[in-house]
Every structure is written in structure tokens, then in C-alpha cells.
């Protein structure tokens, strides 16, 4: 354990010192320390479908405004030539 | 209509079919022994590398096919299969990492496999900034990229196999239970479907594209 020691300076101010360790003592009951795996592999998942949406939405509005543009241009070509 | 246009409905249908089931499936296989959960991200993150691995062979005859007959067709089946390389490539190095922060300790590690695989995303990339920001002629330019960055897929293939590295190595998939390879199998069936009906419509895209082109020009004339 880290402890903190209060000691006053020669102006009077309370400095805060990190005091070494003295002693060792065994834990009891301590949980294991691991990382947790699951907010992992559905942030993976998440992430690769909402990339995927992401894409395929985009491509579905980049598609179907050149798709009216296309239309519109070859009506105006078509009749220009009659 | 032609005949993709007439495929992409269908694809888009067997695509759905085969990620609706994809999830109780990954879940149902059994947790491996050492990483635990976590390598429950393998199910998807092989399937998104070998999708970019088939963008970036896409690109790749492509660019060479282009450079060589100037096949417009070609071009755009370039262009599509870069634009797939750089979004499944995302995904690869997004999940990557985070199955790694886990299972090895850390986010990133500068291992042949990781670095290459950066370098391949990085390449196709370029290309598709060359194709945007690059002016008349670029896709000359970006096609020659496009050679140079399909030419990196075997290197990133192999790497696990000739270099030290903590990344798995190839062995893995033909050595997997069969009650891993299902779930595994179905995914990647799964991307290559995904795949096929993306590269399909985005070839669409640029088919389209051109076509509109062309009738500016003849709107001009």
C-alpha cells in the first residue's frame, strides 16, 4: 500500500509526499485482475457493421442521384436530337 | 438490364440469408482454450482480411488489364475493388487491434504481419486519393498503384509463416475443429457474398457515372 505523509516546509505550507512502501501484505480477497473480453468483441462487431451500413447507405445515395442525373441528361440529349 | 444488374437483387437476398444465422452460430461455437471469448472476433475478422485481400486482387488484374487494353470496364472494376480493399482493410485493422488488446497485451504491435497489412490498406488508400485529387489522367496513375498494392497481398499472406511474429499463423484455419470451421465457413461465405454484391453495384456506380459523362459531353456537342 502507497501511503501519504503531511509534512510542513520551513514557509509553513503542509507539503504532500509519497512515502515509500514498508511492508508487504497478502491479499485475501482480491478478484482476478483481467480485462474484460465481451466489450471488446461487440465493439468489433459493432464497428464492422456499422461500417458496412455505413457503405452500403452511402453507395445507395451516391447511386441513385447519378441514376436522376443520368435520366435527366439523356432526356435532355434525347430530345435536343429530335 | 444486364446480367449483374439482374444478380444484385439475388446476391443481396443470399447475403442477408447467410449474416441473419451468423451471430447464433459464432456464439454457439465452443470458447478456445487459451483466449477465451475473445477470439470469437476471428469469425469475423478473417472473412473482413480476405475480403480486402479480394479487393485489392480486384484492383490488381484490374489496373494490369487496364494498362494494358485500356478497358474502361476494367478501370471501374478497379476503382470498386480498391474502394472494397480500403473499407473491408478498415475493418481488419479495427478488429485486429482490439482482439490483440486482449489476447497479447496490447493495441498494436509492429510485427511484419500488422505492418504489412497497414502498408497494403495504406497503398489502396493512395489509390483511391490519387483517383480523387489526382486531375485528368490519374487513373493511369492510380492503376499502376493498384498493380503495386495487389502484388503486397501474398507478402502479407505468408509473412506469419517466414517472419517472427505473434500474430497466428496460416496453419490456423486448416487445423480448426468442426465446430469452429462452421461458424467460421459460413462467415466467409457470408463477406464473399457481401463482397460480390458491393463490387457488382459499385461497378454500377461508375458505369453510370461515365455514361452520365458522356452525355454532358454530348449535351455540349
Request: charged share 15%; proline share 5%; hydrophobic share 55%.
Amino acid at each position: 500500500m502507497l501511503r501519504w505523509k503531511t509534512e510542513k516546509n520551513w514557509l509553513g505550507f503542509g507539503l504532500v509526499a509519497l512515502q515509500g512502501q514498508d511492508g508487504f501484505k497478502p491479499a485475501t480477497d482480491l478478484g482476478r485482475e483481467t480485462l474484460p473480453a465481451l466489450p471488446l468483441v461487440y465493439g468489433a462487431y459493432a464497428f464492422c457493421w456499422l461500417v458496412v451500413i455505413g457503405y452500403v447507405f452511402l453507395l445507395w445515395r451516391r447511386l441513385d442521384r447519378v441514376e436522376k442525373d443520368l435520366k435527366e441528361v439523356s432526356g435532355r440529349v434525347g430530345a435536343a436530337r429530335r | 438490364m444486364t446480367l449483374a444488374t439482374r444478380l444484385v437483387p439475388l446476391l443481396a437476398i443470399a447475403t442477408a440469408l447467410m449474416f441473419a444465422p451468423a451471430p447464433f452460430m459464432i456464439y454457439g461455437a465452443p470458447l478456445e482454450s487459451t483466449m477465451g471469448v475473445i477470439q470469437k472476433i476471428f469469425y469475423f475478422h478473417v472473412p473482413a482480411a480476405t475480403a480486402a485481400f479480394m479487393g485489392a486482387i480486384v484492383c490488381g488484374v484490374a489496373s494490369a488489364l487496364f494498362l494494358w487494353r485500356r478497358n474502361r470496364l476494367a478501370d471501374h472494376f478497379a476503382l470498386s475493388g480498391a474502394e472494397l480493399a480500403v473499407l473491408f482493410g478498415l475493418i481488419m485493422l479495427v478488429t485486429g487491434p482490439l482482439w490483440a488488446r486482449k489476447a497479447w497485451g496490447i493495441w498494436w504491435q509492429w510485427d511484419v504481419r500488422l505492418t504489412t497489412a497497414l502498408v497494403m490498406w495504406m497503398v489502396f488508400v493512395s489509390y483511391l486519393l490519387v483517383r480523387r485529387f489526382g486531375g485528368p489522367g490519374s487513373e493511369m496513375m492510380s492503376a499502376v498503384v493498384g498493380v503495386f498494392g495487389m502484388a503486397l497481398v501474398p507478402f502479407v499472406y505468408i509473412s506469419v509463416n517466414f517472419w517472427r511474429t505473434i500474430h497466428p499463423t496460416t496453419n490456423v484455419v486448416p487445423s480448426l475443429p468442426a465446430s469452429m470451421m462452421w461458424p467460421f465457413g459460413w462467415s466467409m461465405i457470408a463477406f464473399t457474398l457481401l463482397f460480390t454484391t458491393l463490387l457488382l453495384v459499385r461497378v454500377r456506380l461508375e458505369t453510370n457515372r461515365a455514361m452520365l459523362e458522356d452525355a454532358y459531353v454530348a449535351m455540349e456537342d
